[in-house]
Structure formats: C-alpha cells, structure tokens
C-alpha cells in the first residue's frame, strides 16, 4: 500500500533512535505541541518495538511509523504493536508483498532509476530517497524527476536545517525525514524544553 495519502499534509518526519522506551510517549507529546503530527521510530535499538506500542496506544493523535525495515518478520510486529505506516531504506519482493498481504501503508527506498521505475510498477508513487545528502541531494532528485515526473520523495539521511527547505521547494518531494532537532544527548538528558524548541524552529523552516 502507498502510503501517499497519510502523509501527503506532512513536511517533516523526525528520524528517531529511541534507546530507552520511557522517552517515547514524552517525546512524542513534544513534538505534537511543537506542531508535527508523525514519527518515524527506526527499528535499531531493544526498546523500539515497545517505543512504537507506547506512542500508538498513549499518544493517539501521533502517526506512528516504523524505519530501517529489513525483514519480513518486522512488518507484521510493527503492525501488531500499532504502527500505521512502514518504511525501509530499500526494497525486496518479500517486503512488499508483506506489506501488501497486511494492508500496512509501505514508504520503500529506491536510489537509482531503475529502482525508482520497479516501485512504481508495483504502485509505489512515494519512495524513500536515501542517504539523501551521500547520494547527491537536491541536484540528484532534480536529476531523476526530470524523465520520472510521476514519483515523490520521502528523503532522508544527511538533512540539516540549513537544508531542509531545499529539498521541500523541489516539486517531486513530499516530505523529509530528520532528526537535527532530536539530538541524541537531549533525549538521553529528557530535555524535552530543549526538544520542543528546536522541533519548532523545525516546524518553521520547513512550512515552505
């Protein structure tokens, strides 16, 4: 499933690395107020799976999605635990027909054009785009949306607040993933004061 149409009024998905599951819920009630409405919680720490059940079941009003999908097995945990979208910094046949099999809206990456081409036959018109910044940036998107008009981004990887409008004023992206607003340290610290601040100043950069 396309996950277009969840995230089409979105503009900035925080990237997350959540390392202690007791941050998620406060975390994730810091960037509503702060003014964004989806997280992607990435699959690469013990605690993520029970970071995304915490948000989805306490923090209703948050979209919570799942990153760094590599296997099968992940999407059907992710789905059980609450998540309401997917997404993987690649893509196989196995993931999309799970994530078609279990109706669960699927953001794939493609880097290459080829790649971009395969996940549109298979009705992905939203891809991942990653490690933006390593594979080019602005000027590569630019590059492949030219002869493939049809396709939007999802970029991510390597984006700074200095870059983010950017890659929002390109016509073909959709919305940025980042996580320069949710430092590591802060989050450890649960400076969340620290966190709503920067997640605004986020939020204001990137209405463009």
């Known amino acids: ?42 699959l690469r720490t013990a605690d993520a799976l029970d ?8 923090v209703p009003e948050m979209t919570v999605g799942a990153g760094s999908i590599r296997q099968v097995a992940q999407l059907e945990e992710i789905l059980n635990r609450g998540a309401q979208f997917a997404v993987s910094p690649g893509a196989t046949g196995p993931l999309i027909s799970m994530a078609k099999q279990i109706h669960m809206p699927f ?12 996940l549109m036959n298979e009705g992905y018109m939203l891809q991942k785009f990653f490690p933006a910044e390593q594979l080019g940036g602005t000027q590569t998107l630019k590059a492949l949306s030219a ?3 049809e396709v939007r981004f999802f970029p991510t990887g390597g984006i700074t607040a200095e870059l983010a409008p950017q890659y929002l004023e390109l016509e073909c ?6 996580s320069w607003f949710i430092p590591k340290a802060l989050l450890i610290e649960r400076d969340f004061a620290r966190i709503k601040e920067m997640s605004r100043a986020a939020v204001e950069i990137t209405h463009v």
């Not at 970071?51 to 306490?58: K, M, R, Y």
């Not at 992206?173 to 980042?178: A, E, K, L, R």
């Open 107 to 118: 953001v794939p990456g493609a880097a290459t054009a080829s790649e971009i081409l395969t």
């Open 51 to 58: 970071a995304i059940e915490l948000v989805a079941n306490s």
């Open 147 to 149: 002869p493939l008009p």
């Open 1 to 42: 499933m396309d996950a277009t149409e969840l995230l089409k009024n979105v503009n900035v998905v925080p990237v997350v690395v959540i390392e202690d599951k007791t941050t998620a819920v406060d975390l994730a009630l810091t960037l509503l107020d702060a003014g964004i409405k989806a997280i992607e919680i990435t």
């Open 173 to 178: 992206v959709t919305c940025i993933g980042g």
